[in-house]
C-alpha cells in the first residue's frame, strides 16, 4: 500500500508540474498578446489623434497671393562710381485678402525698398549670400509696412547691376 502511495505521490507531482507549466505559459502568451495590442493600437491611434494638427498646418499654409511691384532703377552706394540696379519684386502675401491693402500702400512699399537698394553697395549685392540678406531685409521692412507676417516671401524675378 505504501507502493501505491508513493506511485500516486510521483503520478501527481508529475501533473502537477505540467499544470504549473501551463498556467505560466499561459500566463506569458496573455502578457505578449496584450503588449502587441497596445503596440499595434498605439501605432495606428496616435496618427489618427494627431491628424486634427496636420489640418490646422493646412489651413496655416493655404496658398498666398503674389503681388507684383513696379522695377526699381537705382544708383548703388559705391564708392568706385556710379553703379546702377534694376530689380524686379514680387511679394508673396499671406492672403488674398491682403491684396488691396498692399496696392493702397504701394508707395509706403516702394519708398522702403528705395532706400534699401540705395543704402547697397554693388560688392555686397554680387554674392549669392548678399541677395539673400537683401530678399530677408525686403521681407522685414515689408512687414513692418503692411503688418507682422502678412508677407511670406520675397522674389526677385529680374537683377540686373550695371
Known amino acids: 500500500m505504501a507502493d ?3 506511485e500516486q505521490d510521483k503520478d501527481g507531482a508529475e501533473e502537477a508540474a505540467p499544470k504549473k507549466s501551463n498556467k ?6 496573455i502578457i505578449a ?3 502587441v495590442a497596445l503596440a499595434a493600437g498605439g501605432f495606428f491611434l496616435v496618427p489618427k489623434l494627431l491628424g486634427g494638427k496636420e489640418k490646422k498646418q493646412e ?12 522695377p526699381f532703377v537705382v544708383n548703388l552706394n559705391d564708392p568706385g562710381g556710379p553703379k546702377f540696379l534694376k530689380v ?3 511679394l508673396e502675401l499671406a492672403g ?8 493702397q500702400k504701394s508707395p509706403q512699399l516702394r519708398d522702403a525698398i528705395i532706400t534699401l ?3 547697397k553697395s554693388s560688392e555686397s549685392l554680387f554674392p549669392p549670400e548678399g541677395k539673400l540678406q537683401l530678399k530677408d531685409e525686403i521681407n522685414a521692412r515689408m512687414n513692418q509696412v503692411l503688418g507682422a507676417n502678412t508677407v511670406k516671401n ?3 524675378t529680374d537683377f540686373v547691376m550695371q
Open 96 to 103: 488674398p485678402t491682403l491684396m488691396e491693402k498692399a496696392k
Open 24 to 29: 505560466k505559459m499561459l500566463l506569458i502568451i
Open 154 to 156: 520675397v522674389y526677385l
Open 4 to 6: 501505491k502511495d508513493a
Open 117 to 119: 537698394l540705395t543704402s
Open 88 to 90: 524686379s519684386i514680387q
Open 33 to 35: 498578446v496584450v503588449a
Open 59 to 70: 489651413i496655416k499654409s493655404e496658398e498666398g497671393a503674389m503681388f507684383s511691384l513696379e
